[in-house]
């Protein structure tokens, strides 16, 4: 992974204050990986991951409770089981945040990864920041199965000097709210001031020049600027160089200084299905005579 100067400024940031950070941008552009890079970086283990759904709630994030697998047990066995005995069992189990407040109270420092939180609730971000910064929460079966005389352990309360390192995602597609973003330290992707070249080198361990890099990188930016629906990102264009190397489509042939036989034109057309994913774009793309690329790649 290839943080640039200002991602890296804004973890930074996030550390100092102890805040979540929220990093938007469009999808494919590396807003997930950079969690993975932090916790690497920092030797924090690997992310915990929470990917978002539309029915997703605070308590997801915090623990799961098997209900089914709890009463299929107690249907076949007579002993009530105490809340300690819920846990050793894995009816509950902690989930990625809840994960890492309680490994705060061991004075050990996770990363949590929260995918996709446009997906989410509206009410859910911001039950997550109270979640962050009081550092403890209820598990509710816990409490009720407690057991006459046994300790109670459905309050779960972590060291707020441990704090997770809370990632959060958005590609931006309904808006979140103001009090969860004035809580966040925000950093946007920008596709457009992405090191591309430096990406696909420490992606892809092919033996090209600067200037091969740099033709495959232009010709891609001359698909993506001429598309009407959804545009290629980071992700889109390593897939593309890797198939145009399995393919042995070489950059030469993009600049037209290398002729192309028709199993070379069908397979660099068939490649362009990584690129393009709406068919209006398709069939005005896949039209074009390739005379088209080559002219406008040399200007």
């Known amino acids: 992974y290839y943080p640039s100067k200002e991602l890296i400024k804004a ?52 623990y799961n409770y098997n209900s089914l697998a709890h009463f299929q047990y107690s249907r076949n066995n007579s002993k009530i089981l105490s809340a300690q005995e819920l846990l050793n069992k894995n009816f509950i189990t902690f989930a990625p945040l ?29 039950d997550l920041l109270d979640i962050i910064e009081n550092m403890r929460f209820t598990i509710d079966e816990l409490k009720i199965n407690r057991q006459e005389g046994e300790e109670d352990i459905s309050e779960i309360e972590g060291d707020s000097n441990y704090k997770p390192l809370v990632v959060i995602t958005s590609n931006s597609e309904k808006a979140l709210p103001e009090p969860f973003l004035r809580r966040c330290i925000f950093f946007y992707i920008d596709f457009e001031k992405l090191d591309l070249i430096t990406i696909l080198k420490n992606k892809l361990d092919f033996n090209y020049s600067d200037n091969q890099w740099n033709i495959i990188v232009n010709y ?62 398709w069939q005005r793309i896949t039209q074009l005579k390739y005379d088209y690329f080559i002219k406008n790649m040399n200007n």
Not at 13 to 24: C, D, E, Q, R, V
Not at 44 to 59: H, M, R, Y
Request: proline share 4%; glycine share 6%.
């Open 220 to 281: 891609f930016k001359l698909i993506r600027d001429d598309l009407q629906g959804k545009k290629p990102a980071t992700a889109e264009l390593i897939m593309w160089a890797w198939i145009l190397e399995k393919y042995k489509i070489s950059t030469g042939m993009l600049t037209g200084k290398q002729k192309m036989n028709k199993n070379d034109v069908l397979n660099l057309k068939t490649a362009y299905s990584v690129l393009i994913k709406d068919n209006e774009d």
């Open 98 to 126: 809840g994960e890492a407040i309680k490994c705060s109270k061991e004075k050990k420092r996770r990363v949590v990864l929260i995918d996709e939180i446009d997906k989410a609730p509206r009410d859910l971000p911001n």
């Open 11 to 62: 973890i930074e940031l996030a550390l100092m204050l102890n805040k979540p950070l929220l990093i938007t941008g469009e999808p494919g552009t590396g807003k997930t990986d950079a969690a993975f890079h932090i916790a690497q970086h920092f030797n924090l283990g690997e992310p915990l991951v929470f990917n978002t759904q539309t029915t997703s709630e605070a308590n997801d994030l915090l």
